[in-house]
């Protein structure tokens, strides 16, 4: 594959070379002007996200009989990180939207919730929103506190969920409940809902350090009525489900990482000759060559890893370790790639003048975001020391 001057682990064919050279126009000319506008203002860039949806790339997973692109992971991986090089906030809403909300109702949903729901997700006409961390549960996904009592025809959720994507703009939500609290996570169970639903809206949204045009806000549940025929699967498969949609999610984060790193890279080089110290260019210093080739590898090495988990899950074949190594690696090589790059940058790399001070305030999500770096490495481990 044929990426940002370097050659990959396949060839891009005539199709992903023009989902590539589409995604890129449209990053270069619609969002880069208006990158730092969204940013300062925390405005979730709605208008971008409806384009995005008219293009195609917000039902990239979604077969084409449910209005979507039909795509794969490669696809995909491909449009997050072509996004992340000019704005990493709005590939995070794009793998937000495909990886999580839609990606579920598409892999666990039935027909009829599928025929309801996709189109309009796949278009582009409604955002989606996930629902699973809370205030007191994060890596700990198990411990959530929002349950779900079936009465009559209506199940009834309390409770709140936190550091939701899209949960003020988002119009269709799945979300995990208990609904059998002495099974632990067996008890768990996902259900998708509409805004609108009695007892359910927005809470606070945050005030982020990075990624601040992608929304964040909880989800509140307060007597919530949810029909019953909006339970996905049968109660007790939430946290299974919830589960293989985050293995997915990893792949979009791992692209994203790539996709950011790619991003410092490209504007250190640049500066790199033009900035000029002791009368020559700094690329003429060996110190900060040494920190391009680095750079540059590292990204090349979090590239190929990527592309082979997403290549993995295009072909059916087990992805947990792949998809969990590569969003390990590329959210700890982009860290490093953003701080490298203010370092290049000098006294510019801290100021809003230059791209690299917001791919410095982006980057540290991704080693958070999808399961932290440290649940990477635990589960890693365990699937190394089991017998």
Request: hydrophobic share 40%; net charge negative.
């Amino acid at each position: 594959m044929e990426t940002n001057n370097s050659q990959f682990i396949i060839e891009l064919d005539e199709n992903r070379r023009t989902i590539r050279d589409t995604i890129r126009e449209f990053a270069e000319n619609v969002i880069k002007p208006v990158v730092m506008e969204y940013d300062e203002t925390q405005k979730f860039p709605i208008d971008i996200m409806q384009q995005l949806g008219d293009l195609g790339f917000l039902g990239i997973l979604v077969p084409e009989e449910y209005g979507g692109a039909g795509l794969g992971y490669v696809e995909y991986s491909i449009v997050v990180e072509e996004l992340a090089r000019i704005d990493p906030s709005i590939a995070l809403s794009v793998a937000a939207h495909n990886g999580l909300c839609t990606n579920h109702i598409l892999m666990h949903a039935n027909e009829e919730q599928k025929k309801k729901y996709l189109p309009d997700l796949a278009s582009g006409k409604v955002i989606g929103a996930w629902g699973l961390t809370e205030p007191s549960s994060g890596s700990d996904a198990a411990a959530m506190q929002t349950t779900a009592v079936l009465e009559g025809n209506n199940y009834i959720l309390n409770g709140t969920k936190n550091f939701i994507t899209h949960g003020e703009s988002g119009k269709t939500a799945v979300v995990m409940a208990i609904t059998d609290k002495s099974k632990g996570k067996k008890g768990i169970s996902a259900f998708i809902l509409e805004k609108g639903y009695p007892g359910f809206s927005a809470g606070k949204k945050e005030n982020k350090l990075g990624m601040r045009a992608s929304e964040t806000t909880q989800l509140l549940f307060e007597n919530c009525l949810v029909p019953k025929e909006n339970l996905i699967g049968v109660e007790g498969e939430g946290f299974i489900q919830a589960m293989k949609i985050l293995e997915g999610g990893r792949i979009s984060i791992a692209a994203l990482s790539v996709g950011l790193a790619q991003g410092c890279l490209e504007a250190s080089i640049a500066y790199s000759k033009e900035r000029k110290q002791f009368n020559k260019p700094i690329s003429e210093f060996q110190g900060i060559q040494f920190k391009l080739s680095d750079m540059s590898t590292d990204i090349e090495a979090a590239r190929l890893m990527t592309y082979k988990a997403a290549i993995l899950k295009d072909s059916g074949k087990p992805v947990f370790s792949a998809a969990a190594k590569a969003k390990l690696f590329a959210s700890e090589i982009a860290t490093k790639a953003a701080n490298e790059s203010v370092q290049i940058f000098g006294g510019y790399g801290f100021v809003k003048d230059y791209p690299v001070e917001k791919f410095y305030r982006d980057v540290k999500l991704l080693t958070i975001g999808e399961g932290t770096s440290e649940v990477q490495r635990i589960v890693l481990a365990r699937e190394l020391l089991q017998d």
